[in-house]
């Protein structure tokens, strides 16, 4: 049951990210405005790596299951951009 969900919010992440490489992809500010996002993504997925064992133990999951759902955000990030240069 625990992989469903997680396959869940991939899929979602999937979407999202892919809708924002649309609206990217509509106009030079939005195309701005969502690489500063994208930006502020990576910053913040940089630091959950560097700090995986104490953010393990504020959310209280295994280290494992934290850096499985970073590499699933990784992954939904190279989707996105993937869209967003193929648009």
């Known amino acids: 049951m625990r992989a469903m ?7 979602a992440g999937c979407i999202a990210f892919s809708l924002l490489g649309w609206v990217a ?4 500010i939005a195309f701005r405005a969502v690489l500063c996002l994208l930006a502020a993504i990576a910053i913040v997925w940089g630091l959950s790596w560097l700090l995986d ?4 133990k504020l959310l209280r999951i295994s280290v494992a299951d ?3 759902l970073l ?17």
Not at 5 to 11: K, P
């Open 5 to 11: 969900y997680l396959a869940n919010y991939f899929v």
């Open 25 to 28: 992809s509509l106009h030079p």
């Open 53 to 56: 064992f104490s953010l393990s």
């Open 66 to 68: 934290l850096q499985a």
């Open 71 to 87: 590499i699933a955000g990784l992954a939904m990030l190279l989707i996105g951009l993937g869209v967003l240069l193929c648009t």
